[in-house]
């Protein structure tokens, strides 16, 4: 099994671009015959553990996961994010 380990810096709290961020890197892994790729700890909402205590309650969580998931179905590959 190949897997490719993601290595970038988020964008803090701005969910559009780092999803973006992981589309392109899964696509790029997948083309390189990866079939999983593991993101650094909070890579989808940015690292920033005071921020989204407040920012999390008032989010849709599920609605993030969905998106990842569709990205993961897209490119054929499995995502594992934190």
């Known amino acids: 099994m190949r897997i490719a380990l993601l290595q970038v810096e988020a964008e803090p709290l701005d969910i559009d671009a780092n999803l973006e961020t992981l589309r392109a890197s899964?696509?790029?892994?997948?083309?390189?015959?990866?079939?999983?790729?593991?993101?650094?700890?909070?890579?989808?909402?940015?690292?920033?553990?005071?921020?989204?205590?407040?920012?999390?309650?008032?989010?849709?969580v599920a609605g993030i996961q969905q998106r990842v998931a569709q990205i993961a179905a897209e490119t054929g590959i499995a995502i594992v994010t934190s």
């Open 26 to 60: 899964a696509e790029s892994a997948r083309r390189a015959d990866a079939e999983l790729v593991l993101t650094p700890e909070l890579f989808i909402t940015g690292y920033a553990p005071a921020a989204l205590r407040d920012w999390l309650p008032e989010n849709d």
